[in-house]
């Protein structure tokens, strides 16, 4: 039987004001509390150790142990409790680069069960992502550093953001202030999408298929929820596209969302999250008991086993 470590970023520090950002506080909450429901359900699972403000609800189970952070306790501090190679599953946003900054401290210490370093580096940033894949010959939307791409409409995003953050619709006669740490791409009117998959060593399986839900208001791109299991139709293409980015990228390892916008009839990656997304927090309601288990299984065992995932029912799930 195995222990593993839960440290979500938001829901981890030691000072929790609910009154800010907290739709980004409930989301996190979401995904962490998914994983544990999830986890503690496989019987290879000892205990599961999570690293917790003091003020947020707690799940009762006698695999789950809270470890609580506050104003005199840190997470650093409740870090130093554990053996060095013990496993921990981290989440954390791209966000001021909040996840390549926590990998760098807990990976002196830790077996992070995540993708390498390099990979999750590369990723974190938006540009270096979307030129890594280029690169690659893999399908990209059409994107700039600077303010010059020839389209009558752009999208505007931080270089490092996690999911609608800072996201914004401009007509390209607008001015801005140009920033380094912004991003141009082309707004694309197509059918927008995401997928999960699980990756090792350059080998993968797409989870689901899911289809996004977005709104625009007053120039503020929001991304407000996902139709899971709504792009299952296109599964075929989608894995094809999974494919060519674990054979490029072979340091991707456990849970991957991926960002895509359909132009012209052909599927183009917009991102690439390197851990666990809110899309996972809808499997349960629209697959298969088997395909939740999967992803558990892998993170136990590191294997990566051939089974069909099972749509159910495809399920809106708001964020």
């Not at 800072?166 to 197509?190: A, H, P, R, T, W």
């Not at 490029?248 to 183009?268: A, E």
Request: charged letters at 25%; aromatic letters at 10%.
């Amino acid at each position: 039987m195995k222990n593993l470590i839960l440290l979500e970023h938001f829901t981890a520090q030691s000072d929790i004001n609910h009154n800010q950002d907290k739709d980004i506080l409930r989301e996190a909450l979401n995904i962490a509390n998914t994983i544990i429901r999830n986890f503690i359900k496989n019987p290879d699972i000892k205990k599961l150790f999570v690293i917790r403000n003091e003020k947020l609800k707690k799940i009762i189970s006698n695999k789950v142990i809270f470890l609580s952070t506050n104003q005199f306790t840190s997470y650093q501090n409740i870090l130093k409790q554990f053996q060095n190679n013990d496993e921990i599953i981290l989440v954390a946003p791209e966000i001021e680069q909040k996840s390549i900054n926590l990998y760098e401290e807990l990976k002196k210490r830790f077996n992070i069960l995540c993708s390498t370093y390099c990979t999750v580096k590369t990723f974190s940033s938006k540009i270096n992502s979307l030129v890594a894949l280029k690169k690659r010959k893999l399908p990209v939307v059409d994107f700039a550093q600077t303010n010059c791409l020839p389209y009558k409409k752009i999208i505007v995003k931080p270089i490092y953001g996690a999911g609608s953050h800072e996201v914004f619709l401009i007509e390209n006669k607008c001015k801005i202030n140009q920033k380094k740490s912004i991003i141009f791409q082309k707004f694309y009117d197509g059918l927008k999408g995401s997928f999960l998959m699980l990756c090792k060593n350059g080998i993968t399986k797409v989870i689901c298929c899911n289809k996004q839900i977005i709104k625009i208001e007053r120039g503020k791109v929001i991304q407000i929820g996902c139709i899971i299991g709504g792009l299952e139709n296109h599964r075929c293409e989608i894995e094809i596209l999974a494919k060519k980015i674990c054979d490029k990228f072979k340091g991707l390892f456990g849970i991957i969302g991926v960002d895509i916008v359909r132009f012209n009839n052909k599927w183009l990656i917009l991102e690439i999250n390197p851990r666990f997304t809110s899309s996972y927090c809808g499997l349960n309601k629209s697959y298969s008991r088997k395909t939740v288990q999967e992803v558990t299984k892998f993170y136990i065992n590191k294997r990566l086993n051939d089974f069909k995932p099972k749509l159910l029912k495809s399920e809106k799930y708001i964020f």
